[in-house]
């Protein structure tokens, strides 16, 4: 079946960078994603990679595709304590369209 | 271009009620989908709607039911409720081009089942 995987937690110091990871079950998924959620509110669409990527840059933003491994990694680069937030990777799988499956979410805490 | 909004933002119920939310996506975006977020679940997609007709179901009880206007508008019911059913509701719109279709949120709709 499908499942995604991620660490529960990371903490880092403002100005380090973070890179969160994340593993997937389906290897036909196309689209894989970033979401990150602040307290008390939805996800917010971060950035997403096309399943023939290998890497894509967005500003403080990099996403690292291993489509062999099945795994995904974000790097926020010059983490600020803004950044701080629970950060869901999530994939599009083949079966279905408009249809995500999240891993449980990485707590992200930047300390000044 | 305003975000996908879902009201009420908060609701308060008991044990054996119904409810129901409501979600207005993006505009010119055809399909919504929901999910429930708990603590102990994480998000699961709850069910997905394209041009007023179920496309997708995920593996909730059939107290959890959901339509979509012609608007796009979508509601989701949950009958007898039960303390189980305390979640963020979240809605999401999308183009619907098909796989991959990226899809957006709203805040969610926090319902406290006592």
């Known amino acids: 079946g499908e499942d995604v995987e991620q660490s529960l937690f990371l903490s880092v110091r403002e100005g380090d960078s973070s890179v969160i990871n994340c593993t997937y079950t389906d290897s036909s998924s196309t689209y894989l994603y970033w979401y990150k959620q602040e307290p008390g509110a939805g996800l917010q669409l971060l950035t997403y990679i096309f399943s023939n990527m290998d890497m894509k840059q967005d500003q403080r933003l990099t996403v690292l595709l291993n489509k062999k491994d099945k795994h995904l990694s974000l790097r926020i680069a010059d983490t600020q304590t803004g950044d701080s937030a629970i950060y869901f990777c999530?994939?599009?799988?083949?079966?279905?369209?408009?249809?995500?499956?999240f891993g449980k979410g990485t707590m992200l805490l930047v300390s000044p | 271009k305003a975000g996908v909004t879902q009201t009420p933002r908060y609701l308060i119920k008991t044990r054996g009620q119904q409810v129901t939310l409501s979600c207005s996506p993006i505009?010119?975006?055809?399909?919504v989908s929901w999910y429930q977020q708990t603590p102990g679940q994480g998000l699961q997609f709850l069910f997905e709607?394209?041009?007023?007709?179920?496309?997708n179901k995920g593996n909730f009880p059939g107290r959890f039911s959901g339509r979509q206007f012609s608007n796009s508008r979508s509601e989701m019911n949950v009958s007898t409720l039960e303390l189980g059913d305390s979640a963020l509701y979240l809605c999401?719109?999308?183009?619907?081009?098909?796989?991959?279709?990226?899809?957006?949120f709203g805040p969610g709709t926090r319902l406290t089942v006592l």
């Open positions: 505009s010119g975006h055809r399909s």
């Open positions: 999530a994939e599009s799988p083949s079966s279905g369209y408009s249809t995500l499956t």
């Open positions: 709607y394209f041009s007023e007709t179920q496309r």
């Open positions: 999401a719109s999308s183009p619907s081009r098909g796989q991959g279709d990226t899809q957006y």
